[in-house]
Each structure stands twice: as structure tokens, then as C-alpha cells.
């Protein structure tokens, strides 16, 4: 065991197990909705392009770029060995998400909810992630 971990209370292999599945969970529903929409944005759907060009303003030619960057994010995501760095770039570009539905006065707390299951997700499946934020039960005791 490494310092860092030393420091962490040991974690019992049924509770990993379920925390990774969790986590697993989690994780899933943001990868998957934001696969769908990235997928949208490439099939060139003319009811797709009505909202993205009229209701949120973007130029036509700007689809396909950000929704092959949508798909990468969560593709860097899924994969474990790139997962942190898909969590920092899938956090951004929701962060574009939410600014153009408040730009627009639509709902913003979708992507918002994604990007916070993105952490959680992270958080649960990863004890790197664990050992860099450890949430203690007597954290309010000093």
C-alpha cells in the first residue's frame, strides 16, 4: 500500500465491488445520453439542424464538428485508462451545453445533472479518484 491509501480507511471487496457497479451505473446514463445526441447531431436530421441552427443559433456547418467532439469526450470517458481526462473535457463541453440554454432561456439542469453524474461516476469507479478526494464521515470533527 502506497501512503496516500495507508491514510484511508480499508475498504471491504463486497463494498468496492458495489461501489464500482455504482459507479458503473452512474457513469452509464451521461455516456449514453450524450451518445445520442452526438449521434443526432451526425445523422444530418432536418428537425435536429432546425433547433441547433434556428432555436440555438450555431451555424449548420458547425454540427458535425461538435458532435464528433460530444462522442469523443465520452468515448475518452467509457475507457478507464482516459476516463479522468474524458470527465475534465466531457465537464466542458457541457459547460458550452449549459451556456447556450440559458443564452436561449431553455432548461439548463440536464447537462448540469450529466455533468455532475460524470464525477460521481468517476468517484465511485476509480479509488484514484477516491484517495485524490477522500470524503470522511468525521470530516465536520477536524
Known sequence: MT????ALPPVHVAQRRSWLWAGRIASALPVLGMLFSGV???TGNLNV??????KFGYPQQ??????ILEVACVVLYAI???AVLGAILTTTYLGGAVATHVRVQD????PIMF???????LYLRDDRIRRLL???RNALQG
Do not use: A, N, Y
Open 80 to 82: 478507464p485508462r482516459t
Open 107 to 110: 432548461p439548463f439542469i440536464p
Open 62 to 67: 458547425t454540427l458535425v464538428p461538435i458532435g
Open 134 to 136: 477522500p470524503l470522511r
Open 3 to 6: 501512503e496516500v491509501s495507508s
Open 40 to 42: 443526432v447531431k451526425l
Open 49 to 54: 439542424i432546425e433547433v441547433f441552427t434556428g
Open 115 to 121: 455533468g455532475i453524474l460524470v464525477w460521481v461516476g
